[in-house]
Structure formats: structure tokens, C-alpha cells
């Protein structure tokens, strides 16, 4: 029995302490009518799935022939329409906003399995830290809001796992999710990473490129419809903004709050050089699981430099 113990993925571990959450979540539910989501660290959105209402809700407009970008009318809490305008064009097949609950559970089932599968075998003291990471607040947050990003994620991980096989198979996934939400084309780094991927990886910059230039006024605008907050989010911004907040006075002027986010990112950034150079004499490392850290630690970076974003893009 402990060698069976010992054999077993970590992964099954993981996934059971996934399933638990839930299910102690709609007992809850269930007992209660409410599901307890401020007693786990989530904020409640005000209604379910309210990130992906965002996106239905601007599908029902383009069935009517209404334009959502950026001022989306059908959004039940008139929020502007801060995403692609590609996503508003899925809505010619016909789904709306009395679809987002069963999408919303779809997408968060897509997550689990892709976060399941990008790791590889686990150690049965791995999957239970990992467990812990799967259903902490900020992996959460994005589930409670049904947001879009674990779609994303769930493409980048497919591009993870296609890559070692064949690098022009690795990047369509992770260009498909540039496309769908720009911040993921930095997970191509992956491709610049080993040699023989090269190619892919300059075909892949590319047509990003080309896209970041043909949608170049799009960006502009979502940069101005974007909710920057302190609560729920994480960079740059959010650190300066947590200052000005809190009535900090060497932080009031727009000098002054220029020069606090250069010194965030650059004491950053040295801390990543001294963890760089402890973790130089560790040893042989799963390629795999080198992959996934560039990609993830390179979407991390990047967006973390570009101010403010919500946790569940952690």
C-alpha cells in the first residue's frame, strides 16, 4: 500500500482537492442559497460569471446590429466593452448572454484539465502544494468572474504541450491567444528558447506584429476603458497606486510616481538576479517544466510592467 502511495500522480491529489472545494462550495450553496465565496478570499462579482457576461452580453448586441466597442449597451452593469473586438464577432453563431453560465463552467473545467495536464507527473507532496495553488483566491477570482483568461491560459498550454513535438504546432495555440487578448503572445518566448524554434518563433512575431499594427487604434482605446484598481490586482501601477491611496506625500506627483514604479520594477528585478544566480547550481531540470516557467514567468513580467491587472492573470 505505501509503494501504491508512492506511484501515485501527484496530479490525483491536485484534482481531488479541486473537486472537494467544490463540492463543500455547493453544499453551501445548496444549504444556504448563497455560495461562499467572500469566506474563501473572492471577492463576489454580483452576479455569476460577470466577466463573461461582459463578453455575451456584447454578442446580444451584434445580433441586434449593435456595435459594443468600447460602449457595450446590453452589459447588464454598463460596463464599457473592454476586450478584442474579435470576441464580439463569435456571437454571429448564435450564443448569448443566456449562455454564460453553462459556458462559464465549461471554461473553468477547460483550466483545471489544462492545469492539470501542464505540469507532467507530480510527487504526491507536489500535488498537494499544487492542489493549494489551484484553488487560492487569485486562481479563483478568475473563476468566480468566468473570466476569458483561463481560456487563454488553457491555449498557451496547449501550445506548451505541442511545442517539444513540433515547434509550428506549439506556436499556433499561443498566437491564437495573442490574437484573443495581445498579453498572451509574450508566452512565445518559448519559442526563442531553443534553437530549432526559431523559425517558428519569427514567423509568430511576425504576425503578431501585424496584428498589434492593424488593431493599433483598438489598443489605444481598450488602455482608457480598462478598470485600474488596487484590490484584486497586481504591477506596477497598483503598487504606486496603493501609495498615492494611502496619502504617501513623496509619492504625489506625476515625477514622483514615475520614479516609484522604475524602482518597484528594478528592485524587481534584482531580485530575480540573485534568484537566478542561487538557482544556477540546482540540477538537471524537466524541459517540460522549463518551458511552462518561461512562458508563464514572461506573461508575468510583461504585465506586470504594463501597471495593473486583476490576480487571476498570476
Known amino acids: 500500500m ?44 454580483g452576479t455569476s460569471f460577470v466577466d463573461l457576461r461582459s463578453v455575451t452580453s456584447a454578442w446580444d448586441c451584434v445580433r441586434k446590429g449593435i456595435q459594443p466597442f468600447p460602449n457595450n449597451p446590453c452589459d447588464p ?3 464599457p466593452y473592454n476586450y478584442p473586438r474579435i ?19 465549461a471554461i473553468a473545467v477547460v483550466f483545471f484539465v489544462a492545469a492539470l495536464a501542464v505540469t507532467g507527473p507530480l510527487k504526491l507532496w507536489e500535488g498537494a502544494v499544487y492542489g ?7 486562481t479563483m477570482l478568475g473563476v468566480e468572474r468566468g473570466n476569458v483568461d483561463l481560456l487563454l491560459f488553457a491555449l498557451v498550454v496547449l501550445g506548451l504541450l505541442l511545442v517539444r513535438r513540433n515547434a509550428w504546432a506549439g506556436a499556433a495555440p499561443i498566437v491564437l491567444a495573442g490574437i484573443l487578448k495581445y498579453y498572451p503572445a509574450f508566452a512565445g518566448v518559448v519559442l526563442v528558447r531553443v534553437r530549432r524554434r526559431w523559425p517558428a518563433a519569427v514567423v509568430s512575431a511576425v ?16 488602455r ?40 518597484v520594477i528594478g528592485l524587481g528585478l534584482l531580485l530575480a538576479l540573485a534568484l537566478l544566480l542561487l538557482g544556477r547550481a540546482g540540477s538537471t531540470v524537466d524541459e517540460r ?8 514567468a514572461a506573461v508575468y513580467l510583461a504585465t506586470y510592467v504594463f501597471e ?4 487571476y492573470r498570476l
Open 2 to 45: 505505501r509503494r501504491r502511495l508512492r506511484d501515485l500522480d501527484g496530479r490525483v491529489l491536485a484534482g481531488a482537492i479541486v473537486v472537494l472545494f467544490f463540492v463543500v462550495l455547493l453544499s453551501f450553496r445548496a444549504a444556504t442559497g448563497t455560495t461562499p465565496w467572500a469566506h474563501v478570499g473572492v471577492e463576489p462579482g
Open 77 to 79: 452593469f454598463h460596463r
Open 87 to 105: 470576441w464580439a464577432q463569435l456571437g454571429r453563431v448564435g450564443l448569448g448572454q443566456g449562455d454564460t453560465v453553462p459556458l462559464g463552467i
Open 132 to 138: 493549494a495553488a489551484l484553488i487560492a483566491p487569485a
Open 207 to 222: 504576425v503578431l506584429v501585424a496584428y498589434v499594427a492593424a488593431t493599433l487604434d483598438d489598443i489605444r482605446t481598450l
Open 224 to 263: 482608457h476603458v480598462v478598470p485600474r484598481v488596487v484590490v484584486n490586482s497586481y504591477g506596477a501601477g497598483v503598487v504606486v497606486e496603493a501609495l498615492r491611496l494611502a496619502h504617501v506625500s513623496w509619492a504625489q506627483s506625476a515625477a514622483d510616481v514615475r520614479y516609484v514604479r522604475l524602482a
Open 289 to 296: 517544466r522549463l518551458d511552462a516557467f518561461w512562458a508563464g
Open 308 to 311: 495593473s491587472n486583476f490576480d
